[in-house]
């Protein structure tokens, strides 16, 4: 089972100036992740996106497969969510917002290294955007539109290598 415990600790000081925090502001930011154990809270999600229809039609996919999920529509929302709550996921829908929004993944990567599934969404056929997503960080890239049954593979089939790799 591919589940999280999850360990902060208070009043880390932390310098992440981009995207709108300030240098040496406090933050709970280290987070011990495990793939062996089972969050009591179930799955966890967090999606980027600025398409409020986007982002209730990623609810829809996301809790029907047994997530909870929160949601960011900007770089700096969504790192303070990444910085203070676990998540087992980040979705982000490049399609909707600017290409810039994939330095998000880099800041997933420093706070949860590889115990983090990360999955762009793209909306144009852009080999440079997919290359780019991956290259910062990205697990996989999937094309909108997209079918709902492949993007839930696509995010089953990674969590079972991750948890593979961790046993």
């Known amino acids: 089972m591919f589940g999280l415990s999850c360990s902060y600790l208070n009043h880390v000081d932390t310098v992440i100036a981009q995207d709108g925090l300030d240098a040496g502001q406090d933050l709970l930011v280290k987070w011990t992740l495990t793939m062996d154990d089972v969050s009591p ?3 966890t999600a967090l999606v980027v996106t600025s398409d409020g229809g986007k982002q209730r039609f990623f609810e829809a996919i996301l809790s029907e497969a047994g997530f909870l999920t929160n ?3 900007t770089g700096s929302g969504a790192v303070n969510l990444l910085a203070t709550q676990p998540f087992e996921l980040l ?3 490049v399609s909707t917002c600017d290409p810039s929004t ?3 993944c880099q800041t ?3 706070l949860y290294g590889y115990h983090i599934l990360i999955i762009a969404v793209i909306g144009v056929n852009d080999r ?3 290359t780019l997503s991956l290259q910062l960080g990205a697990d996989d890239c999937i094309q909108d539109p997209f079918h709902v049954e492949e993007l839930l593979a696509r995010i ?3 969590m079972r290598r991750k948890a593979g790799n961790n046993r």
Request: proline share 0%.
């Open 108 to 110: 997933a990567r420093e």
């Open 128 to 130: 440079h955007l997919h």
């Open 71 to 73: 949601y960011a529509n």
């Open 102 to 104: 994939l330095r998000i």
């Open 156 to 158: 089953y089939a990674r």
């Open 41 to 43: 809270h179930g799955r």
């Open 91 to 93: 979705l982000i829908n």
